[in-house]
């Protein structure tokens, strides 16, 4: 079946714009995991979703990221006045809490240059 | 909160020889330890995982080891090939915390032909 897709796969902007990135999780998981890998970096959580429950935002490193899901399936990752040091590839990861599996895919990622 | 510890950062085999990879994590709460494999431009994939309650787990030429009592978990890799090169990344979670990834920071193996 269709695994995990994101999009854009690349955006430029210039400092100071905002950008969305989008995630499709696989359907059926209600887990949704937001991951940054800056450049020679390892990951780094951002926000969870798990169905209806309210997102653990704790990995957000400032107030001008935001991310919402809707529905249940597509999130999208909000980043206000981008930053350089924003540039990164952001991952998104979906799994199955019904029934319940650790395992989390990833998508491809959309990589993030902030000019 | 959870933090995981990776060594070593590179590692350089020659093609045919074991390539061990170490981590260890902060929170004995943790209870799921994936490993993953990223190449170049690529996503992570998942090469395999190993529960708490688990002390190994082998998937052919790949085993995983966890030692709870000390907080620390191997990955170990047979008879490496060239296509064995990438990106290694450990990870820990908890069922609690809703499973999100605490990752190390990745080793770069190199195997040589």
């Known amino acids: 079946g269709a695994g995990v897709s994101q999009s854009p796969s690349n955006k430029v902007t210039e400092k100071g714009k905002d950008v969305e990135l989008r995630c499709d999780p696989i359907?059926?998981?209600?887990?949704l995991y937001w991951y940054r890998q800056s450049l020679g970096q390892g990951l780094e959580f951002l926000i969870y979703f798990q169905g209806n429950s309210a997102p653990d935002k704790s990995g957000l490193p400032s107030d001008r990221f935001s991310a919402e899901r809707t529905g249940g399936s597509v999130s999208t990752l909000t980043i206000q006045r981008t930053q350089q040091e924003d540039s990164a590839v952001y991952l998104c990861?979906?799994?199955?809490?019904?029934?319940?599996?650790?395992?989390?895919?990833f998508g491809p990622g959309t990589r993030l240059t902030v000019t | 909160g959870e933090n995981v510890e990776q060594h070593p950062s590179t590692l350089s085999v020659q093609e045919g020889d074991s390539a061990v990879i170490k981590c260890t994590y902060s929170d004995s709460a943790s209870n799921y330890f994936p490993w993953y494999k990223q190449e170049l431009g690529k996503r992570p994939q998942l090469i395999i995982d190993i529960r708490s309650n688990v002390g190994e787990k082998k998937d052919q030429r790949i085993a995983v080891t966890l030692n709870k009592t000390a907080k620390h978990f191997s990955l170990h890799i047979t008879e490496t090939q060239p296509e064995d090169s990438a990106v290694y990344f450990c990870a820990a979670s908890k069922r609690a915390a809703g499973n999100k990834l605490t990752f190390g920071g990745g080793t770069r193996v190199l195997v040589k032909p």
């Open positions: 990861a979906s799994s199955s809490t019904e029934p319940l599996t650790y395992e989390q895919y």
């Open positions: 359907s059926g998981h209600t887990a």
